[in-house]
């Protein structure tokens, strides 16, 4: 298994080529359960997973860096540093974080892997959306989820949307046109050429009589990438949109 070592936030890490994860993970879907007792019980889980996964690197980072200073015990401290990675790679994958990577890594023609997966990526969009306040505790992330939530938008613009989530995909455009900005909220925008086939460009419409000037602005910006599919929005094309309005 391919190991690279990098200097991160949080000290020496592994990369590693994962192998893709297994197991059940239909208990993430209760991140975003209305039931708040589900909710907070999924929420739980997830956390002790996390804290778990980030004890295991810890020690990880303090064996590499034993190992890396040390001219004895070279063996003995190899044995224990395959141990906490291998330790560390299986805790993270029962968190989201798994299935999430799983996601990133499949190849642009598999196809098969990228819809297997897709389902959870929009899980991470949804959780975010819906209970922000849950998704941004600390208790919650071990890497940027800003940087997390911006590559699943990247990815399913490169690689487009199975069917079973684009009424899902929808939604969470329209929930961004509607709430005040969040970052890399603006990503959704590429998103539309893939949802053309969708009621969404019916209910933008709607958004461009809404009582909130930007929201209208919003809406008929998207309406405008919808008409211009070979064009690909970028935040620098909304502010020139914007001034040519002016």
């Known amino acids: 298994m391919p190991v690279a070592y990098l200097l991160g936030a949080r000290g020496w890490q592994a990369a590693v080529v994962f192998a893709e994860p297994r197991g059940d993970y239909s208990w993430l879907f209760d991140l975003v359960a209305v039931d708040p007792i589900v909710r907070r019980q999924a929420l739980a ?5 996390l ?7 810890h020690l990880s980072n303090g064996l590499w860096a034993a190992h890396y200073r040390s001219r004895s015990s070279q063996a003995r401290l190899a044995a224990a540093l395959d141990s906490a990675r291998a330790d ?6 029962q968190t989201i ?17 990228h819809a297997r997966w897709a389902p959870i990526a929009a899980l991470y969009l949804r959780w ?48 961004a046109l509607r709430r005040p900005y969040r970052c890399k909220d603006w990503l959704y925008a590429s998103l539309v ?38 064009q690909t929005p970028t935040r620098t094309s909304w502010r020139r949109w914007l001034d040519a309005r002016t």
């Not at 804290?51 to 690197?57: E, F, G, T, V």
């Not at 974080?97 to 892997?113: K, L, N, T, V």
């Not at 922000?132 to 890497?143: C, G, R, T």
């Not at 989530?165 to 455009?173: Q, V």
Request: glycine residues 4%; hydrophobic residues 40%; charged residues 30%.
């Open 45 to 49: 889980r997830h956390q002790a997973l």
């Open 51 to 57: 804290a778990a996964a980030s004890d295991a690197l």
């Open 88 to 93: 560390f790679r299986w805790r993270e994958d």
């Open 97 to 113: 974080y798994g299935p999430f990577r799983a996601f990133r890594d499949a190849s642009d023609e598999d196809r098969a892997g």
């Open 128 to 175: 975010e959306t819906e209970y922000p306040e849950e998704w941004d505790a600390p208790e919650s992330w071990m890497w940027s989820r800003w940087g997390t939530k911006e590559t699943v938008l990247r990815h399913f613009n490169r690689r487009g949307l199975p069917e079973v989530i684009k009424p899902e995909i929808a939604e969470l455009t329209l929930a």
């Open 193 to 230: 050429r893939h949802l053309h086939d969708s009621p969404l460009l019916h209910e933008v419409e709607m958004l461009t009589l809404a009582d909130d000037p930007l929201v209208q602005l919003r809406a008929q910006f998207i309406l405008q990438v919808a008409a211009h599919p070979e």
